[in-house]
């Protein structure tokens, strides 16, 4: 079974609230009962849109993810264009 990425960056979040130190994928897939394994590219993912910053402890939540998870949104929901001007 896999996660929805905003089930990912909900649960990093909210360790990271509660903690206030960096999140392990091995702490989100315990406290979802999923093997850790399955997280990587969701994770990795997360990191490279900037909702998540990874460290060597693990993942810290970024504003941008914040301020996200605050619209109650569904990140499937979430269109972003990057605009270029030539």
């Known amino acids: 079974m896999s996660l929805s990425p905003h089930t990912v960056l909900?649960?990093?979040v909210d360790q990271y609230e509660q903690s206030e130190e960096p999140v392990t994928a091995r702490a989100v897939a315990e406290s979802q009962a999923v093997?850790?394994?399955?997280?990587?590219k969701t994770l990795?993912?997360?990191?490279?849109?900037?909702l998540l910053e990874p460290t060597d402890e693990g993942y810290r939540?970024?504003?941008?993810a914040?301020?996200?998870?605050?619209?109650?949104?569904e990140l499937d929901d979430v269109l972003v264009l990057d605009?270029?001007?030539e």
């Open 10 to 12: 909900a649960e990093v």
């Open 66 to 73: 914040r301020e996200l998870l605050a619209l109650d949104i």
């Open 35 to 40: 093997p850790e394994d399955t997280l990587s």
């Open 44 to 50: 990795e993912s997360l990191s490279e849109f900037e």
């Open 61 to 64: 939540p970024t504003v941008t």
């Open 83 to 85: 605009l270029v001007e």
